[in-house]
Antibody, heavy 122, light 106 residues
């Protein structure tokens, strides 16, 4: 079964850091680009970051550029996002999503995890 | 930055057809993807590259894209189609989502 499982969410104070992980199974992880998408409570979907199959291409939303770093470990079938200098507006459900293809900036996201909640509050 | 405009809500009678629009400047030149998100669940891809259906998605879901408007069509609407629907494109190396449309089946 194709599956993505996020972990690492929680309550964190403003200005602190958090690292989210996404464990992939049921497909050849290094054949696909991967993404992080977030959703604030009661709001719509917001793209966060993307990484190509071999980490050769990476993209970030302006709202997180310079604060978040996406990475992947193909040997461990895992996707990560290091989130620094967290702000209250980063509070959201964070979803890991698999791309239809290898590269980013092209296609849709065909598999999504169930998400992990990040709450930034003092 | 590129913007996608969706109606906040669409209502459809059981068994009838719903059209959900996604407006954007020359969106017809882009590949449009559509996601269904039921309450409390993760999004699910229902249409990609304007009109392609992933395996497992009913034929009742179809998509089109031309000019400044992309459209997701739900034929023979069922109660289980009640959800939020989001369109998505890539523009200038960034993913852009529409604000979402809540579909209610009456």
């Amino acid at each position: 079964e194709v599956q993505l499982v996020e972990s690492g969410g929680g309550l964190v104070q403003p200005g602190r850091s958090l690292r989210l992980s996404c464990a992939a199974s049921g497909f050849t992880f290094d054949d696909y680009a991967m993404h992080w998408v977030r959703q604030a409570p009661g709001k719509g979907l917001e793209w966060v970051s993307s990484i190509s199959w071999n980490s050769g291409r990476i993209g970030y939303a302006d709202s997180v550029k310079g604060r978040f770093t996406i990475s992947r470990d193909n040997a461990k079938n895992s996707l990560y996002v290091q989130m620094n200098s967290l702000r209250a507006e980063d509070t959201a459900f964070y979803y890991c999503a698999k791309d239809i293809g290898k590269d980013i900036f092209l296609d849709g996201f065909d598999i999504w995890g169930h998400g992990t909640v990040v709450t930034v509050s003092s | 930055s590129y913007e996608l405009t969706q109606p906040l809500s669409v209502s459809v009678a059981l068994g009838q057809t719903a059209w959900i629009t996604c407006g954007g400047n020359n969106i017809g030149t882009k590949n449009v993807n559509w996601y269904q998100q039921k309450s409390g669940q993760a999004p699910v891809l229902v249409i990609y590259r304007d009109s392609k259906r992933p395996s497992g998605v009913p034929e009742r879901f179809s998509g089109s894209n031309s000019g400044n408007t992309a459209t997701l069509t739900i034929s023979r609407a069922q109660a289980g189609d009640e959800a939020d629907y989001y369109c998505h494109v890539w523009d200038s190396s960034a993913a852009v989502f529409g604000g979402g449309t809540k579909v209610t089946v009456l």
